[in-house]
């Protein structure tokens, strides 16, 4: 068939669809690679730079390359794993990440990450931004300390659930999430069954009231690494 | 909000259509009717446009041009690149002083602002500011307490233009004290053109045989990635699309670079033919030319060229009376953000969204501007394509050397005599350009601007072209007094204030290196940040998502590979015992808990 490609990762032969992205022709194998802005329910965004892989020795981001036959592709290295330590621990230092006070412990996806690189501490300096918190929704809070700027809910709130709740404002190191108010989360249409709350990867966007409802040690991140459950997959 | 001002916010979003992709020229004539973009005024657009307030501020909040608060009748942006803060640091002062207001502050009669703003593309009239839309040059103390009486006198900036610039720029339309500086005139941009002709002869061409006269030319972009034009051009015409554009990116942004401000006003006629030609040959019937907001100055006279031609019958319905060819061109400003000069940036911002640079594939040629095929090309690459069809391919490629055709604009500035304009054939050596500018003991050369490579003597033999010196134009010379180290600094912040924010390793990357940088200006190095600064600038140089943020490490890069001796001397191993983390204070870090103690530590006293 036409519209079979052939890629190697990491010397394995991986077949995949024209169409799809090297993030989605390795899942579909069992391969894992490492992403974090990525989220199998929505478009593509290439913002966290986690999933960078080599192909044919040239970095690019597997969540919005589409496979083409032929292509070498390199993702578990030496190399490519200490540059996406390095970027894990970038957003640590960014923003403010108190893992031990934080309700997503156990099922963020930057922790879990951290845990699966072994990162103890990152090499780099916190920057201990100044970052505010909006609690004025009577269900949904951000905690802007903790948002890595990944953009799931600023698509989810598009793609699944119709609305333009979010979107990024400023620029540079003074990107942040802007909501679709002048001030308040409450003065927004989001609603708690948003699929823009679900996505979040961090505690940035997340629901009152029911932050503790899965106790600690049960979590989704808590027995496996991150990513096993792609890995379970290989033939 | 006021309802006369409501009403103002409704008009300009009426004289746009409404049209959210026109959302840049909403905002930018809202900013100059109302000194800002309100929570109030955002509101109001978003109403009238049909879209959703945080959209509105999305674009708003991203460039510099723009704010929400109000500035002052008159802003007066001093420019921040090196070149200026080289040869005029006492300037800032002086507009201090004479306003009674510091950097980023208004005035209490709302008349003064005052601000740093990125390279305007001034540096070899440096030090130079943009008070509003027009441009101050080669500023002294005693001029600037003149330029603030007058405005005191009479607030419109265009009153301060009493002796005009060369050439076009005393045009009524300019009306500018900028000076061309062209030092040198090549063959293919300065050399002689007749309007109209060239694009006479492409239209009796098929445009398949215009795009093969481009590639047998063997021209490659000007703005320094060095893309050849030709291909670019055969992809955008065999892309599916029912649409397709042509767009000149004139956002001028990399510091050290000016020659696209002298091309639009000595070379419009030029630019403009080649944009048409370029139409021709890709099927394109709008072409659109994205204006750098400090370059404001030269718009209506930038359009009076564009409206002329379309009278004379070289754009319009049947270009040069020619059935089918239709091709028009319209001027959009930009409002102050280097990264729209990459170019799905550049797309993005004249679609009427915040300048983040668009996810590729797919690329601008099968879907850009609006989701069809588009070309975009730099203001120099379109200026050499008249002369291409003028002269012919062949005599386009005799000149310049292997894998870099035709000549290049420098612009040339820093420690030498001649700042300036200079069209030189590709192959030149460096050395020779220093002694054509009048530079004899340059320490430092940075090749490229900050994005590109500083480069010390042991390489002043290697030729500018795209295989070993690449570069968009800027030539910037350091003379044997200049830090090096202060000057990367300086560049990674411009790095830090332009990029996006987009992705991970430029937003956070450029941050820690140039936390880094300054612990080690600021004497407090250790041997160990050599090889930290080398890791995390590979780190932002692989992972990052487009062209800014994968050359922002350069200037460290660069210096380390180049300059690696002022590092060492600067990153001398601690000879206390604190020798893990020169850079921490046990000093000062104990100072509270000692007051509170009321005792002095034993082990780290003095």
């Known amino acids: ?163 333009v709740v979010f979107e990024f404002t400023g620029r540079g190191a003074h990107r942040r999430l802007g909501i679709d108010a002048a001030a308040d989360l409450a003065d927004t249409d989001a609603a708690v069954a948003d699929k823009s709350v679900e996505v979040c990867p961090v505690g940035a966007l997340m629901r009152k009231r029911v932050g503790y409802a899965v106790p600690v040690g049960q979590r989704k991140y808590d027995h496996k690494p991150i990513g096993s459950d792609i890995e379970a997959k290989r033939a | 909000m006021s309802n006369t001002n409501k009403s103002t916010v409704k008009q300009i979003c009426v004289r746009h259509g409404k049209d959210r992709t026109r959302m840049m020229d909403i905002v930018r004539d809202v900013q100059s009717a109302l000194g800002c973009v309100s929570s109030e005024a955002m509101d109001a657009i978003a109403q009238a446009c049909g879209t959703h307030r945080v959209e509105v501020e999305s674009v708003v909040s991203f460039y510099s041009f723009l704010g929400t608060k109000p500035k002052g009748k008159v802003v007066i942006r001093l420019c921040h690149g090196v070149i200026d803060r080289m040869h005029g640091s006492e300037t800032v002062a002086a507009f201090e002083k004479e306003l009674g207001i510091r950097m980023g502050e208004t005035t209490p009669d709302g008349l003064f602002s005052l601000e740093w703003t990125a390279c305007i593309g001034m540096c070899d009239q440096a030090p130079a500011a943009l008070i509003n839309d027009q441009a101050v040059t080669y500023l002294s103390t005693d001029k600037v307490k003149r330029i603030v009486e007058m405005l005191r006198a009479d607030p419109d900036p265009k009153r301060l ?177 280097y990264v729209c000069g990459e170019e799905t940036a550049l797309i993005s911002s004249c679609e009427g969204l915040r300048g983040d640079p668009k996810t ?28 291409i069809l003028e002269h012919g391919p062949g005599w386009f490629a005799q000149m310049g050397s292997s894998g870099s055709k035709g000549t290049k604009l420098l612009t040339v500035s820093g420690d030498c005599s001649m700042p300036g304009v200079y069209e030189v054939d590709f192959g030149i050596t460096l050395r020779d350009v220093l002694k054509m500018v009048g530079s004899e003991n340059a320490k430092a ?72 940088l300054d612990r080690i200006l600021a004497g407090q190095g250790a041997p160990t940040d050599m090889a930290y600064l080398q890791e995390l600038g590979e780190v932002v140089k692989m992972g990052s998502r487009c062209g800014l943020g994968q050359t922002s490490p350069n200037p460290v890069l660069t210096t380390l590979a180049s300059f690696r001796g002022e590092y060492e001397r600067r990153c001398q191993p601690a000879h206390s015992r604190h020798v893990f983390l020169p850079g921490f204070d046990i000093r000062k870090a104990l100072a509270d808990s000692e007051s509170i103690a009321g005792r002095h530590s034993v082990v780290y006293s003095e």
């Open chain 1, 1 to 163: 068939m036409s519209d079979t490609v052939t890629v190697t990762i990491d010397g394995a032969q991986v077949k995949g669809r024209a169409g799809q992205t090297i993030l989605q022709a390795a899942e579909a194998a069992g391969i894992y690679i490492p992403r974090l802005c990525a989220h199998n329910e929505l478009s593509a965004h290439g913002s966290c730079r986690v999933c960078t892989v080599l192909v044919n020795g040239r970095p690019q981001a597997a969540c919005t390359q589409p496979v083409a036959d032929g292509m070498i592709i390199e993702n578990n290295t030496e190399k490519l794993t200490n540059m996406r330590k390095a970027i894990v621990e970038m957003l640590f230092v960014e923003g403010n990440h108190f893992c031990m006070s934080c309700e997503k412990s156990g099922n963020c996806e930057l922790q879990a990450l951290a845990y699966r690189f072994g990162i103890a501490a990152p090499r780099y300096p916190y920057l201990f931004p100044k970052r505010d918190i909006d609690f004025s929704h009577p269900d949904i809070y951000i905690d802007r300390n903790r948002c890595v700027l990944c953009g799931r809910c600023v698509r989810a709130s598009r793609e699944t659930d119709k609305k």
């Open chain 2, 161 to 337: 233009v009493r002796t005009y610039g060369d050439g076009n720029n005393a045009h009524e339309l300019v009306h500018s004290m900028v000076h061309n500086n062209i030092r040198r005139r090549g063959a293919v941009i300065f050399g002689a053109y007749e309007r109209g002709s060239a694009l006479r002869k492409a239209l009796a061409m098929t445009p398949q045989e215009v795009i093969r006269a481009v590639k047998t030319a063997s021209l490659r972009g000007r703005g320094g990635a060095g893309f050849p034009t030709g291909m670019k051009w055969d992809f955008t015409r065999a892309a599916q699309g029912e649409q397709r554009y042509v767009l000149c990116n004139a956002d001028e942004g990399e510091p050290g670079t000016f020659k696209d401000r002298v091309l639009l006003t000595e070379c419009a006629e030029q630019l403009i033919e080649g944009m048409t030609i370029a139409g021709y040959a890709i099927g394109a019937a709008e072409g659109i030319l994205y204006l750098r907001a400090e370059y404001a100055y030269l718009k209506a006279f930038v359009e009076a060229v564009v409206a002329q031609r379309r009278k004379d019958g070289l754009l319009g319905a049947s270009v040069c009376g020619k059935a089918g060819v239709i091709f028009d061109i319209r001027v959009q400003m930009g409002a102050g953000a």
């Open chain 2, 360 to 387: 590729r594939p797919p690329f601008p040629a099968s879907k850009g501007y609006l989701g069809c095929p588009t070309a975009v090309n730099n203001v120099e690459t379109f200026c050499c394509v008249p002369p």
């Open chain 2, 445 to 516: 050369v940075q090749v490229g601007g900050p994005s590109g490579q500083m480069v010390g003597p042991e390489k002043f033999d290697r030729k500018v072209c795209y295989d070993h010196l690449a570069t968009g134009g800027s030539v910037m010379v350091f003379g044997p007094e200049r830090d090096v180290l202060a000057i990367a600094a300086q560049f990674l912040e411009f790095f830090m204030d332009e990029g996006c924010g987009y992705c991970t390793p430029c937003r956070v990357g450029n941050v820690l290196l140039k936390e880094r």
